[in-house]
Nanobody, 123 residues
Framework: VQLQASGGGLVQAGGSLRLSCAASGLTFRTYDIGWFRQAPGKEREGISCISSDGSTYHEAPVRGRFTISRDSAGNTVWLHMNSLVPEDTATYFC??????????????????WGQGTQVTVSS
């Protein structure tokens, strides 16, 4: 199983980025997908998740600014990030877990992880 996050970069505060997560080795559309981030010197935190049925959840720090979605074929999950602030600077990771009743942003629930993509927000 391989997951790949991409789309990171350098953006000014107030700007937007869209991250993508793709996978091989599993039927991606049947899995719940989570986005996590790790800022320098901080622990990794879960920020958003989407269930196989399309239900979504966002943690408070990103709620109203970030949107998680997946394409109709279920092959790609996106994290649309708007109104970015310097505090959003982090390495962003996507992860996959076999579906449960609701998606989760709890890190240890996820067995499959991709390499991260760096997001840097300048002030």
């Amino acid at each position: 199983v391989q997951l790949q996050a991409s789309g990171g970069g350098l953006v000014q505060a107030g700007g937007s980025l869209r991250l993508s997560c793709a996978a091989s080795g599993l039927t991606f559309r049947t899995y719940d997908i989570g986005w996590f981030r790790q800022a320098p010197g901080k622990e990794r935190e879960g920020i958003s998740c989407i269930s196989s049925d399309g239900s979504t959840y966002h943690e408070a720090p990103v709620r109203g600014r970030f949107t998680i979605s997946r394409d109709s074929a279920g092959n790609t999950v996106w994290l649309h990030m708007n109104s970015l602030v310097p505090e959003d600077t982090a390495t962003y990771f996507c992860a996959a877990v076999f579906p449960r009743s609701t998606c989760t942003t709890v890190e240890y629930e996820y067995p499959y992880w991709g390499q991260g993509t760096q997001v840097t927000v300048s002030s």
